[in-house]
């Protein structure tokens, strides 16, 4: 079954989609958590990280200039940014088609809340 994020990448849902090339698809995330808050995701479904093989290799790193690009787009490369992939219920992954968070815009503080 196709993930919601099949579904946006092929259009037949909408959302905010800032770049798309034959690789990977950038939309605003429908709920952010930043002024600047985009998911980055591979145009084929690939569940997580756990799920990454070789033959992705090439593409995962041609999201990571696309991060930059959008990044630049949005004006926030010299102001700072961080991209964030969440993997499995302890890091709260609820979207199953791999994806990186793209967030700036504010000071973002802390990678990770201390626990005590
Ligand atoms: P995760 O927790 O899996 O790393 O992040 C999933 C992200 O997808 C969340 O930040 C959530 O707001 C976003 N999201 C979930 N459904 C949709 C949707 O239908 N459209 C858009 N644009 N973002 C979504």
Do not use: C, W
Request: aromatic share 6%.
């Amino acid at each position: 079954m196709a993930t919601i994020f099949s579904k946006i990448i092929a259009k037949e849902i909408p959302a905010a989609i800032v770049y798309q090339d034959d690789q990977v698809t950038a939309f605003k995330d429908i709920s952010p958590l930043a002024p600047v808050h985009i998911l980055i995701v591979p145009n084929i479904e690939i569940a997580s990280v756990n799920d990454v093989e070789v033959e992705h290799e090439k593409m995962l790193g041609h999201l990571f200039s696309v991060a930059k690009l959008v990044a630049k787009e949005q004006g926030i490369a010299e102001s700072g940014y961080r991209l964030i992939v969440n993997n499995g219920g302890d890091a709260g992954q609820e979207v199953f088609h791999l994806h990186v968070h793209l967030l700036g815009g504010r000071k973002l503080g802390p990678v990770l809340a201390r626990k005590d």
